[in-house]
């Protein structure tokens, strides 16, 4: 090659040596397997978090609760019923996350809420190896591995694995998959690993759909004949959004609708909210995208889940508690690979040296946040005790027979669902259960016996116990 041909060739790609773009001969046997000794760990650093919050009876919610009662129902081969949610209450009548049902066999080999626990670590684990193998192939080994432990540690997951249970944690693998079949221009795969989306939440066939318009982005150059296909998932996605939303789930629901319309919209406009929602949007492309992420065209995925968000008049689904993030994790850190890939590309010396040393920032941005996170429990002695207090309420609620009737609040619901039939407290409509079970730390119920009094006027139920605030009441025969 000439001088004038090898000035040609750099004029055509200027990025500099050390950015590398895909490499096509086989890496080390240990760079192979780097995606999965990151997923091993991260799966037992998050299942570690999740099973000291259950054993130390810090249950954030109810949907542990409510998503075992649905589970236990797939694993009797019945109905998912989930009583928390109203007596005879079908699952499917509330969100529509039938994907659940794939927990039934092991959930009937160990029927426990730790089951769903592990099976959340499992998944959202799993995740980040499309992601760290896609950023590898982009980047190189080390950038990729950077991207990989900034995703893993990313805030989004850390807050979902500490919220119990959701079924969104089958949607963060199958979107990390879907956007590395993306980026590794397999447009098939992409759409096949899209098209389950609809199965995990009602919201999330609009996902689908931004996905497969990505596809149409990427392929309409290079592979026209995709097109089609990625357009007909596109319509399919919205349309199983909207059919979902309007015909499945009030078909499900005893009132005949969709429960939360009332949650979108009907607030004080976009506007509403406007700081707590600008400061979220700061947390998600500042600490793991250093605002590179908008030159992807992958951002587009994010829109829908931000969208419907954002337009709520629920102020707790703007800010970045519970699980809501869960599902951007990927798409912002596959985005952040993709567009530092086109940067350093760029005819700017200066933006392609700050993608060259972006990785290892939002690497090292994601590990000084989890100081503050969860993941920061797993150096904390207690984290692996389990105090007398909680010894104590095992015992309380172990007097509950197998096969009761309980009506309960947060507190104990998790400890019964796998063995009682449980209902919310106050929510017991038509039935008077054998047992309520209170946590009662806060001392909000003065009077136990008079509070089950009010509750069921025409039952008799006396004090059988009390340990650590928790409250059991029994129904006189």
């Not at 895909?22 to 991260?42: C, D, H, K, N």
Request: positive net charge; contains cysteine.
């Amino acid at each position: 090659m000439t001088s004038a041909q090898l000035t040609a060739a750099r004029a055509a790609d200027p990025a500099p040596p050390d950015i590398p773009g895909p490499v096509a001969q086989r890496p080390p046997r240990s760079r192979q397997l780097a995606p999965y000794f990151l997923a091993t760990g991260l799966f037992v650093a998050y299942s570690v978090i999740s099973v000291s919050r259950f054993r130390q009876l810090r249950t954030m919610s109810w949907d542990l609760g409510i998503f075992e009662q649905a589970v236990r129902g797939y694993a009797g081969l019945q109905a998912p019923i989930a009583d928390l949610k109203g007596p005879g209450a079908h699952i499917l009548g509330d969100h529509f996350s039938p994907i659940t049902a794939l927990l039934a066999p092991v959930y009937r080999l160990f029927p426990s809420p730790l089951t769903l626990l592990i099976a959340q670590a499992a998944l959202l684990a799993l995740s980040a190896v499309p992601v760290t193998r896609a950023a590898t192939r982009l980047l190189g080994p080390g950038r990729g591995l950077a991207l990989g432990v900034a995703y893993g540690l990313s805030w989004g997951l850390q807050r979902a694995v500490d919220f119990d249970f959701h079924e969104i944690c089958f949607a963060v693998p199958l979107i990390a998959f879907a956007l590395e079949a993306v980026l590794r221009e397999r447009w098939r795969a992409a759409l096949g690993w899209a098209l389950p989306l609809v199965l995990v939440k009602e919201d999330l066939g609009l996902t689908t759909a931004a996905i497969a318009l990505v596809v149409v982005v990427r392929a309409r150059r290079t592979s026209p004949r995709a097109v089609p296909y990625a357009i007909g998932v596109a319509v399919f996605g919205a349309v199983a959004a909207l059919l979902t939303f309007t015909v499945l789930i009030p078909a499900f629901n005893t009132t005949g609708a969709y429960g939360y319309w009332d949650k979108i919209g009907g607030g004080g406009g976009p506007f509403d909210g406007l700081g707590t929602k600008l400061r979220t949007l700061g947390w998600l492309l500042l600490p793991l995208t250093g605002l590179l992420a908008p030159r992807s065209p992958l951002l587009l995925v994010a829109l829908p889940t931000l969208g419907w968000r954002f337009a709520s008049s629920e102020s707790h689904y703007w800010d970045t508690n519970w699980h809501y993030s869960a599902v951007l994790m990927p798409v912002l850190i596959l985005a952040l690979a993709d567009a530092i890939d086109i940067a350093r590309r760029s005819a700017r010396p200066r933006l392609r040296s700050y993608a060259l040393h972006l990785p290892a920032a939002v690497a090292a941005a994601s590990l000084a946040l989890s100081t503050a996170l969860p993941l920061a429990r797993l150096t904390e002695a207690d984290t692996y005790r389990k105090s007398e207090r909680v010894v104590a309420v095992e015992r309380l609620l172990d007097r509950i027979p197998d096969g009761a009737t309980v009506e309960a609040n947060i507190g104990p619901i998790s400890r019964l669902t796998s063995r009682c039939r449980v209902f919310w407290v106050g929510r017991a409509e038509g039935v008077t259960p054998d047992f309520i079970a209170l946590d009662n730390r806060a001392g909000w119920a003065k009077d136990p016996e008079g509070f089950a009094e009010r509750l069921h006027p025409r039952a008799d139920y006396a004090e059988a116990g009390a340990a650590g605030g928790f409250v059991l009441l029994k129904r006189r025969v």
